[in-house]
C-alpha cells in the first residue's frame, strides 16, 4: 500500500523535478514561474474548479471538510504563533512566513493532482471543496491579516474581502454552484474540459520553477519546526476532527489535503509584504521534498 502511494506521488515529483531543471538550467527563469501561476489561476484552474463541481452531486458532509480545514490551520496559527516567540525572536521577518508556513498547505497546486490520481474525481471535488473554501479563504484573510501586522505595509481592513471575492477559481466555484440547475450546452463544457486539464500539468512545472534551494543558517531549525507542523501535526489534528465528524472519501481526503506541504501563498505574500521570502522558499521546497515521504505514509495509513 505504501508503495503503490509512493509511486503514485512519485509521477507527480517527476513533473516538478523537471520544472526545478529547466530553471537550473537556465532554459526559464522564476519570472516564468509566476506568468505560468497567474495563467493557471486565470484560465485552467477555474475551468478545472467549474467543470469538477457543476458536474458532482454534492453529499451534505462535504460541507463540513472545510470547517474542518479552518479549524485545522487555526489551531496551527496559534501554535505556532506561540512557538515565534522562543524561535523567531532575533528574526522578526521570518513571523509571519513561519506561521504561514506551518498553517497552511499546498491543497490546490500539489492537493489537486495528488487527490485526483489516489481518489480520482470524486475525490477532486472534495479537494477543491478544501482548498476553494478553507485554504483560501484562510489565506486571503488571516494570511494577509498576518502578513501586514509584521511587515511595513500595511493592509486596510476594507482590502480583505476584495482580496477574497477577486479570487478567479472562488468565482468559478460559486458559478458552478449557482448554475447546476441549468443545463449548459455540451460545445461549452467541452471547451472547458480541454482547458482544465492542462491545469495539473502546468500547476506542477510552476512550482518545479517556482521553488529555491536556499538555506541561511537560522533557516534550518526553523525549518525542522515547520516540518514537524506541517507534515505531522496538521494531519494528525485533522485526522482527530474529521474522525467525529466525517467519514469515508470526506474523511481521507481531508487528512491528505490538511498532509499537503507549507503552501506557496507564503512565498508570494513574504514577498508582497518584504518579508523574509528566502525563508518562505526554503520551507516549501523542503517540506515538498519530504512529503514524497509523509504522503504515502498517511494515505497508507487512512486507507
Known sequence: MILDAFFQILQIFVVIFFGFVLKICKIVSERDG?????????????????TVIYRSSFKPSVFAVPLIGLSVM????????TLTRI??????????????????????????????????NEGLLVAIVYDIFAT????????????????????????????????????????????KPLEIPNQVMDILDFLGKAAIPVILLAIGIS?????????????????????????LIAFFLSSIFLSGLELKVTVVEAAMPSMMMSYVLAEQYGLDSKFASFVVLITTMLCMITGPLVISVIK
Open 74 to 81: 487555526l489551531v496551527l496559527t496559534v501554535f505556532s504563533l
Open 87 to 120: 524561535l523567531c525572536r532575533s528574526e522578526p521577518l521570518v513571523i509571519a512566513p513561519f506561521i504561514l508556513a506551518s498553517s497552511g498547505g499546498n491543497t490546490g497546486f500539489l492537493g489537486y493532482p495528488l487527490i485526483s490520481k489516489i481518489y480520482g
Open 34 to 50: 509566476a506568468v505560468l501561476n497567474r495563467i493557471v489561476t486565470y484560465t485552467a484552474l477555474p475551468a478545472l474548479v467549474f
Open 211 to 235: 521553488v529555491q534551494p536556499i538555506v541561511e543558517r537560522y533557516h534550518l531549525h526553523l525549518g525542522i519546526a515547520v516540518t514537524l507542523l506541517k507534515l505531522v501535526a496538521s494531519p
Open 136 to 179: 483560501v479563504i484562510y489565506t486571503m484573510t488571516i494570511g494577509t491579516v498576518i502578513s501586514s501586522y509584521f511587515s511595513q505595509k500595511r493592509t486596510s481592513w476594507g482590502e480583505i474581502p476584495k482580496l477574497v471575492i477577486s479570487f478567479v477559481p472562488l468565482q468559478a466555484a460559486t458559478l458552478a454552484l449557482l448554475l
